[in-house]
């Protein structure tokens, strides 16, 4: 039999620097999302230090393998390994800020809570990898987009009105996220707070929601549907942000929505 205590202690684990800060007068304090812990921070000591070996490893959006000791209150960094460091998302700043903006989504979103999904993790380093590709980095922006909503519980509501549940017909349609989903016309009439949607964009966001990355990468939405399209997910995830995310209600549901797809 394994000693449980034993394990705990120290730990390898494959994990996406999400962020990092100075910590004392040597360390750095970073958030991790790890495949095995779920988001974690530990300590990378003397990772500061301009010959640290360790420091090239931990910087942010870089996928690594580490090795972690069980301290006090936080995990320590014993050893880390480089498995990508996404070198294209650092070469301009247009990269940078499209995997700063997929980070930082992540990071307000996940609660720091040790539940581990590896699928959310493999949908992390995917995007990191897909847009350091850059092959389509606006498609891969909104795939990611509309699968972290899924793993969230708040996948938009796309098929049947959000309102009266009625099937939604090809014609130009709202959408609501405070009710999280598409509008019909008539329901559209008396409702507050709704955006207006085309029928091209609201064709492509179900696609995107029932379509793998492969077959969902040969879409090509035309310029006008491409920015109808990221205005209204930058604002779906404005709203749950700014009206949501600070709630109790919140967090429980993103636990519950995490845990369910985690067993
Ligand atoms: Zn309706």
Redesign the pocket.
């Known amino acids: 039999m394994t000693d449980p205590s034993r394990s705990f202690r120290s730990l390898r684990a494959e994990a996406i620097v999400l962020r990092h800060s100075d910590y004392g007068e040597a360390d750095r304090l970073l958030t991790l999302y790890t495949r095995e812990q779920g988001k974690v921070r530990a300590v990378a000591k003397g990772a500061r230090k301009i010959a640290s070996r360790k420091a090239g490893h931990l910087e942010p959006f870089t996928h690594v393998k580490l090795q972690l000791a069980k301290g006090r209150d936080l995990f320590i960094v014993t050893q880390a390994e480089t498995i990508n460091a996404f070198m294209p998302l650092r070469d301009n700043l247009t990269q940078t800020g499209r995997a700063a903006y997929v980070i930082e989504l992540f990071d307000r979103f996940i609660p720091d809570e040790e539940t581990a999904n590896p699928s959310l993790f493999r949908l992390l380093a995917e995007t990191l990898s897909r847009l350091a590709s850059e092959t389509v980095p606006w498609l891969a922006l909104r795939f990611y987009e509309m699968r972290l909503l899924d793993f969230l519980g708040f996948r938009p509501q796309l098929f049947e009105?959000a309102?009266?549940q009625?099937e939604i017909k090809a014609e130009p349609q709202f959408f609501s996220a405070s009710l999280g989903g598409a509008?019909?016309p008539?329901?559209g009439q008396g409702l507050p707070g709704l955006w207006p949607i085309s029928v091209d964009a609201l064709k492509h966001l179900r696609h995107f929601q029932r379509s793998g990355f492969r077959e969902a990468s040969r879409a090509r939405p035309a310029e006008q549907t491409r920015k109808e399209i990221e205005s209204i997910m930058q604002g779906y995830f404005t709203y749950l942000l700014e009206r949501e995310l600070n709630t109790p209600g919140f967090i429980k549901r993103v636990n519950a929505a995490l845990s369910a797809q985690s067993n």
Do not use: A, E, H
């Open positions: 009105c309102n009266c009625n509008v019909c008539r329901c």
